[in-house]
């Protein structure tokens, strides 16, 4: 049997003392530069140069938690309802461009031309924009500005111009009104 002798740990010493003088170098490194970037940005200036952003005027963000979650679980079922429709519409567009690209006869073509039609306005008209929707129901003076000009007799298309809104949007509230 081999002894390992007086000699015989002193590779393994050298070893692990070197990883040791190793981690210990490359450590006192990064914490003197995580030092420095500290020093370099000053002791609050991250605070200062990212301000928390002003409240919106139709957020209602300093509202009781249970509103704010509300808002929060609305505005994601807006861009969930917006992903949905964008994908119909681009599903619908290219079965369009496959009925275009058959050679349908006249007689096969009559029976479904006015839903063909119907379907070229509506991925012409694009989807809707539904956080515009979202944006208009919590803001109550726009949502009552909209309503008087209804009451007034202007058309959806009509009000939509004026204040400078989304067609759709103005249509939305104004039906959520009716409802």
């Known amino acids: 049997?081999?002894?390992?002798?007086?000699?015989?740990?002193?590779?393994?010493?050298?070893?692990?003392?070197?990883?040791i003088l190793l981690i210990w170098i490359l450590m006192r490194r990064n914490w003197r530069g995580q030092m420095r970037a500290k020093k370099d940005r000053g002791k609050d200036n991250y605070l200062?140069?990212?301000?928390r952003p002003e409240n919106k005027q139709w957020s209602m963000s300093g509202g009781p938690a249970d509103l704010n979650k509300w808002q929060v679980e609305m505005l994601e079922r807006t861009r969930e309802l917006q992903a949905e429709v964008d994908t119909k519409l681009l599903i619908l567009q290219r079965t369009l461009m496959k009925i275009e690209a058959s050679a349908l006869s006249p007689e096969e073509r009559r029976p479904i031309e006015r839903t063909l039609q119907e379907s070229r306005?509506?991925?012409?008209e694009?989807?809707?924009?539904?956080?515009?929707?979202?944006?208009?129901?919590?803001?109550d003076t726009k949502?009552?500005?909209i309503y008087a000009l209804a009451d007034?007799?202007?058309?959806?298309?009509?009000?939509?111009?004026?204040?400078?809104l989304d067609p759709y949007a103005v249509e939305?509230?104004?039906n959520l009104r009716d409802s």
């Open 1 to 19: 049997m081999h002894s390992m002798g007086e000699n015989g740990y002193l590779p393994y010493l050298m070893f692990f003392g070197g990883i």
């Open 152 to 164: 007034q007799g202007q058309s959806q298309t009509e009000i939509a111009q004026q204040m400078n």
């Open 48 to 51: 200062v140069s990212n301000p």
């Open 172 to 174: 939305m509230i104004l």
């Open 121 to 124: 306005e509506l991925v012409g």
């Open 143 to 145: 949502r009552a500005e």
């Open 126 to 139: 694009g989807s809707p924009n539904f956080s515009a929707v979202s944006e208009l129901l919590c803001d």
